[in-house]
């Protein structure tokens, strides 16, 4: 209805509903274009009108669809569960410091560049499910039983997600890690405090033809809580390059309590695939569950890096070092 000189005059067009395309950005004027009756004179030319509008906001099922870099740095922000319609190249450090659920399915591919990181922060809370991580990166063993990389060049150079003190990833079911080789670094780093830990979970993720260095898949540097559970699969993955604590790094009072999955048919080249150390004698593994067998030591030149030997004279699948 619209007030014309103190008289309600019903308006003619009935109701148009308005659906927020966007939902991360609202219009700054919204048309509108009153009709009145034929029974209105010219005695209404030239006034005023006051219009009521009664807005009605259907909440729909809760999920923000991206399908580009910019959508999903906004859905972020905003936090709550997003679905990820189409591969997305990530160029810089991504920061995740609230309640964030990512999901995807086997074509929803997410590209990190080998200079950034996904990082969740204190107070930030990351659940990655069904998204697939692959760098197109090749290792293995050449006709002369040298281990070798394709491209060195193209290793990466930061985690693909690092979790700071107060921070939390999940890396859930039909995630997938493959073909990504770092130098320096792992594919998760974690870092806490004595007051603050950093937690990361493993559940139902699959992680394959990784190569790194020492903590080649997991570098829990200290303060951290680690879970693997049930369904995740670590295997064929490689830790060269004079590895100090292979495959799984547990350092500084970090804790990895496995509770199911399967490790299986890594290489490490030092310091065990599960490397132990602490000078606080606070950092452990606790084994409930799963099954860690057929993984395999190389040494010397039986793994040429770039032309250098890895050696390491430490060679035991579970290494505890130092006042653990």
Not at 269 to 277: D, K
Request: hydrophobic share 40%; glycine share 12%; proline share 2%.
């Amino acid at each position: 209805n619209a007030l014309i000189n103190g008289v309600t005059v019903p308006l003619i067009g009935g109701t148009t509903p308005w659906v927020l395309l966007d939902p991360y950005e609202l219009p700054d004027d919204v048309p509108l274009t009153i009709s009145l009756p034929d029974t209105v004179g010219n005695e209404m030319m030239g006034q005023k009108a006051e219009v009521t509008i009664t807005v009605e906001a259907i909440q729909g099922d809760g999920i923000i669809r991206v399908s580009t870099l910019d959508e999903l740095v906004r859905a972020i922000a905003i936090g709550g569960n997003i679905a990820l319609l189409a591969p997305i190249q990530i160029d810089s450090n991504l920061i995740v410091d609230n309640d964030v659920t990512i999901y995807g399915d086997i074509s929803s591919q997410l590209t990190v560049a080998k200079n950034a990181s996904i990082q969740v922060t204190d107070g930030g809370s990351l659940t990655v499910s069904g998204l697939v991580f692959d760098e197109g990166q090749t290792a293995g063993f050449d006709n002369n039983g040298k281990f070798v990389i394709d491209d060195l060049t193209a290793r990466r150079t930061k985690p693909l997600f690092e979790v700071t003190a107060g921070g939390k990833l999940e890396l859930g079911s039909g995630t997938v890690f493959k073909n990504i080789t770092a130098t320096s670094t792992a594919v998760v780093r974690a870092n806490g405090t004595a007051d603050n830990r950093s937690t990361v979970v493993f559940k139902g993720t699959m992680i394959t033809d990784c190569v790194g260095e020492t903590g080649a898949i997991l570098d829990a540097a200290s303060n951290c809580d680690v879970f693997i559970e049930e369904g995740t699969v670590i295997s064929n993955n490689v830790s060269c390059d004079n590895a100090n604590h292979g495959i799984l790094k547990v350092y500084s009072g970090s804790v990895l309590t496995i509770n199911g999955g399967l490790i299986s048919d890594n290489i490490y080249s030092g310091n065990g695939l599960i490397g132990i150390y602490d000078t606080g004698r606070n950092s452990m593994v606790v084994m409930n569950g799963g099954i860690i067998s057929g993984n395999s030591f190389v040494y010397g030149s039986d793994a040429l890096i770039d032309g250098t030997d890895v050696k390491n004279g430490r060679h035991g699948l579970i290494y505890v070092h130092r006042h653990t």
